[in-house]
């Protein structure tokens, strides 16, 4: 019987294994469930016998990929898949996708509610500030980027992007102003939203001298990957400016540090949870399993991205 292995270290809302569960029973595979997994090597023993793989940001390594005896397929229920060694999956002949726009909403949601939070100094009876009239620079504007332009438009912000892959007329039918640098969506915006995947060309691109372009009262938003964001030229810009603040889903390193010196200037989640809602876990979850079916039965490669 196929096999389909959910191995996922933070577990999807049960709603959405049921989902993934009826999707796989419907198409006469069996489903098996890793979940809260605290070693890499239960994963690499849960997935010796399957034939396919539905992850989160579960780390799809080399490792991983060789244990898959049968493994024809990894998806990662999600936007971002820098966690799955692409090389290592095309090696094998094993397809990688993801599910994009399937999570994007829950993102974008907390994106301006992290936004809102800090500017009303975390909600400790103080007065903060509102986010209307300001200016959000959403950088990079797939499918989490026009979310949080039409959530921020709501709030009375003024929306600008920057996309080098996105034609500028195609950005300006959502209504935001399209930039032509990304120098530019700095220096205009007080508020930026990172929205870019984590690669080789982004790794560390946010960096002191991008940060510093930013006007009085800047914020930097993250809801993508924390390796995006040069560190040292975070530290660099905290020390340098009493007013930056750093908001993000995805702690950073330095975290210990900045909470030491910085109070009052940054919100970091716990846990990442940008995509951590019910509805998410099930467009996202049920997606995947889809996916699969389709691949198996059909050979449809639509989402591959190895
Ligand atoms: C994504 O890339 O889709 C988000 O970062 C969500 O990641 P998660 O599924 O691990 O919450």
């Not at 898959?68 to 990662?76: A, C, P, W, Y």
């Amino acid at each position: 019987m196929t096999k389909i292995l959910v191995a996922t270290e933070k577990p999807f809302a049960p709603a959405a294994v049921d989902g993934i569960r009826k999707v796989c029973e419907e198409a006469g595979y069996e489903l098996v469930l890793l979940e809260k997994y605290t070693d890499q090597a239960d994963l690499i023993k849960a997935v010796e016998d399957v034939d396919a793989m539905i992850i989160r940001s579960d780390k799809a390594t080399k490792e991983v990929i060789d244990a898959g005896q049968n493994l024809k397929i990894i998806v990662r229920a999600g936007a971002g898949y820098d966690n799955i060694d692409l090389q290592a999956a095309t090696a094998k002949n094993v397809v990688a996708m993801n599910t994009p726009g399937q999570n994007s909403n829950a993102v974008a949601e907390l994106a301006l509610g992290m936004m809102v939070y800090l500017a009303r100094n975390q909600y400790n009876g103080t007065a903060g500030r509102e986010l209307k009239g300001k200016k959000l620079g959403i950088h990079a504007f797939g499918h989490v980027g026009q979310l949080v332009g039409e959530i921020a438009k709501g709030f009375g912000m003024e929306v600008y992007a920057f996309d080098p892959f996105i034609a500028k007329e195609k950005i300006e039918k959502f209504g935001v102003k399209a930039v032509d640098t990304v120098e530019e969506l700095y220096s205009t915006c007080q508020y930026v939203s990172l929205n870019i995947p984590s690669n080789e060309k982004t790794k560390k691109s946010i960096n002191f001298g991008l940060l510093s372009l930013m006007p009085e009262g800047a914020t930097l938003v993250n809801t993508a990957r924390k390796e995006v964001i040069d560190e040292d030229g975070l530290l660099a810009i905290y020390n340098e400016r009493n007013d930056f603040k750093y908001i993000s889903d995805i702690a950073p390193d330095c975290k210990s540090e900045i909470e030491s010196k910085y109070e009052g200037r940054y919100f970091f989640t716990p846990k990442k949870m940008g995509a951590q809602t019910a509805e998410a876990n099930i467009n996202a979850g049920i997606a995947a399993a889809r996916q699969i079916v389709n691949f198996l039965e059909k050979g449809d490669i639509t989402f591959k991205v190895n």
